[in-house]
């Protein structure tokens, strides 16, 4: 099973480019069949640009979550803190391997879909 996840292209870039391997999130989506992550990023490029397949998730403390993942976040620690700020759990999904599409694709014709937003499941 797939979902579809907004992601600003700056972060969204940084995961294609291997130096962001955790995509963090305070809503999950509740499927545990869900295999793979298809990536669109959000405005100003937005175009589904690749797909990842995921390792784990990890749903810790945000202080905890941000020890073990802070080396490869591609975030500073200060948006970090700043995002999960009024959580008492962070959720970080690991990326396993990646794939950029050779051509971005149109969200709209090619998965009938709009930009969700936290995360849509494909079918």
Known sequence: ??????IKPEY?????????KFEFRKILFKNPEVKT??????SPVQK???EFEIEKILSLTPEL?????????????KFFFEYFAD???AH???IKSTKKYKEPRSIKEEYNAIPPQSFL???
């Open 87 to 89: 959580r008492s759990v």
């Open 121 to 123: 499941y494909l079918t």
């Open 48 to 50: 589904v640009i690749g």
């Open 37 to 42: 992550v298809v990536v669109y990023a959000s």
């Open 65 to 77: 979550l941000w020890e073990k993942t802070c080396h490869f976040s591609g975030i500073s620690s």
């Open 92 to 94: 970080a999904i690991e």
């Open 1 to 6: 099973m797939r979902v579809l996840l907004s």
């Open 12 to 20: 969204a870039n940084k995961i294609f480019d291997g130096t962001k």
